[in-house]
């Protein structure tokens, strides 16, 4: 079965041909159903709230309308220069080809030397894994480790991507939460209220996404206690904000009695070396896991760029003044947006020791309106912020807490006082139903 399409030429034709047309015959379109196309485990999987939100401000920018996004999180400065010159060396002496599936050595062997000079972590080239990125990463871990039916424990809030990663990979996830008052930091004691004979995994962030806190040595000490007395479950640490800890004393732990062999060690270069568009992420661990990343990476991505492997490579054994420099810089931000947002009645905030976010409770504003909105809840106070103010936030429930929305304060400061500025004119208008 045909179509037939009358079509106009070309204005610059009509110099030859004038006013004429022509029929083109097209097959007809078949279309399959998606209800009955798509697996259950994607139709069941939420969109990353973060790019949604990201999104959305891109499409009200796109209208005219000057948007403060916050909701990223990606630094704001550029790579630094040395590491941009070492990938466009290795571009000019051709470093074109396909990599390794784990990473070249070079690069591994870089990864191995900064575990054992930065974090007191001893591995062989061959327990490394350099992936697309740390969710890469993160992926890899759960899909060679999760069968259908085995629990993750996932300390709460929680990076958006664990949770789906986990259902994606066959696994339940099992949330461990804590709240503002508690900084954000579940305990020891919960979490072994939480294991089960089912359990496989624990997976949480220091310095965490969303919340910005950062565990303890004593903190990580009782967790490590719990696993080890277990003996049959695997932490996955996400390390990915290292370098941007307010403490001066990053703990991996890994470290800990008993652990090296219960602990993967997932890290990259997208925070620290600002290389967000480079993704490159990596994970350490035993050789048994390593070897099993290795096979599933290598069915669906392979190896990592090569050009962009040489430079993080070079990154790793140079100094680290420029990631320096950038911590200091959001230490500084954090302490200006804290103080600015503090004006704001009705916020609860905390004093994060690490990435750069700020993770304030909002649930005073739930239950009010402004004439032509309301608010019930995190979703609704991150929609109204972002069509009244312009200012783009991320809802708490993404991160498996309703009464908080995530603010990045990886932004200029002009920025961060216009959107707070934004923000107090908006919820001011804001009154109790």
Known sequence: MYNTKQVLLPGFLNTFVSSITYSVQYPSIMSLDPTKMLAAKVKSMEESATIRMAQKSRDLASKGVHVISLSLG?????????IKEAAYTALKKGNTKYTPVPGTLALRNAICEKFRLENN????????VVSNGAKQSIANICMATLNEGDEAIILAPYWVSYFEIVKFAGGIPVVVSAGIDEDFKPTAAQIKAAITPKTKLLIFSSPCNPTGSVFTHKELEDIAKVITENGNILVVSDEIYEYINFT????????FDGMAGLTATVNGFSKGFSMTGWRLGYMAGPKWLADACNKVQGQI???????SQEAAAIALQADRSEALAMREAFHRRRDLLISLMSDIPGLKINRPQGAFYLFPDVSEYYGTGNGKLTIQNADDFAEAMLTEAHVGLVSGSAFGNDQCVRLSYAASDDDLREAVRRLARCLAQFKKL
């Open 248 to 255: 001066g004393n990053h703990v991996s732990i890994g470290t």
């Open 301 to 307: 991505t392979s190896g990592a760029a090569s050009f």
């Open 121 to 128: 972590l001893l591995f062989e080239p061959s327990q490394i």
């Open 74 to 82: 990606e630094p704001d400065f550029d790579t630094p220069d040395f």
